[in-house]
């Protein structure tokens, strides 16, 4: 039997993975105007001596998904730009305030009491949790997120290609990779003859961090997230004088991971509370770093870190550590020291992002602004320093125009009853008992120039 022939040659086409690293859809025209006007518009700019600027009345002018003018009182109100009239939305003396930023962001997260649940969680369910908590974050005020680490290589892509896509609601989403650990360390939850999934990706030697960073980046993580640092779990690392955390991974081995995600214009952050891991960030050139607890017994580490500071951002991720230290003796002994260092930091000019590790059980997903009260309980920040954290410096994590209201920004933005800059309390979220977010001071919530929620 003679073979049938095509005329056409035979043509082999990969379907490559949905990999959409663009910014969100647009969701209003270009040339829709709308005026925010009666108003207490704190900008969260920063004025030359690195102050924030001060609260005024004033209004907002918003040209699609941008920030066309702030006015201040007084000045007289666009009714059109370009032949297009302008919507009016009269504010009635709220505040407005720019969108929140999670800087240390876990949307796969959800309930967590024991290291191995993410991993026993199954990929199909771990997909719709994470869309289900980028959700929440929205509701509750964060407009951007910075992910601290996804549970597999593709889960925080997916949930950031979606929320750009527009088919799910959510923040603008920077995803991260797993958590690159050592045998041993927090994230590897497996033990002789029986083996465990975690929130971690195993990889020991510098070889296979590199292998471990370039499946994370061809996945399309925008985030490398390294423990280099060892912690309570699985097998605790303090020091035997309990006055510091032992390292897990050797510099040759951070080295690497930098070297693969800088060669590719990516990012690293790491999970580092002892003064070891800090330095060894610090040495190969780490871009975020986590935690820091006992960085304060070294003031020449302490000044590192300042001279540093036009270059790293830092953050303690305390609301896991206040949740759990009344209980435990040693977190407790952690949430110590972390509060020595960042009073310590405080006074240097560093960029401290919020974010608490919120998605275990005892920090549920939505509460993520409670942050902003335990920086001021445990670090002496001012509510306005705490909101700043919250925004301006969440959005230069970002590299994005988000986290301050100025001209030719994104319209991403709050309208709270209360004055958020002098009290956070307007800010906070309950749920409720179908696990949806209640933040009942937050009139309106706008993400790039769309009224996500409009109760004005």
Known sequence: MECLKSEEPMQLTFKMPFVNRSDLQPRVPP??????????????????????????RGALVLRGNRIAAVIEAGEALPTEI?????A?????????IPGMVEGHAHTGFEDIAAMTDPGDTPPEEGVLIGLLNAGRL????????FSAAGVRPRQDPVTRNWINAGRAPGPRLLAASPEITATGNLGDGSVMHQHRDSFGLVADGADEVRAAVRRCLREGADTIKINIGGDLVPISKLSEERDDMLPAYS???????VEEAHMRQKRVAAHCRGSADVRMALAVGVDVIYHLDFVHKDSALLDALAAARDHIFVGPAVGLMAALAPSLPDVQLLLDAQAKTYSALRTRGLRVVVGGDYGFRVTPQGTNANDLLLFQRHFGYSPEEALVAATRHGGALMRLPVGQLRPGWLADLLVVEGRPWEDSTPLL????????????????????????????
């Open 31 to 56: 040339s829709r105007c709308t005026v925010l006007h009666n108003g207490v518009v704190w900008s969260g700019e920063a004025d030359e001596a690195h102050t924030s600027r001060r609260a005024f």
């Open 88 to 96: 009016a939305v009269d504010l009635h003396g709220r505040a407005v």
């Open 429 to 456: 979220a309950n749920l409720t008992d179908d696990g949806s977010v209640s933040t009942p001071r937050i009139a309106a919530i706008m993400q790039d120039g769309h009224f996500v929620r409009n109760q004005l």
């Open 82 to 86: 370009d032949g297009i009239a302008c």
């Open 138 to 145: 929205l509701e509750a005020g964060f407009t951007s997120a």
């Open 251 to 257: 510099e040759a081995e951070v080295r690497a991971a």
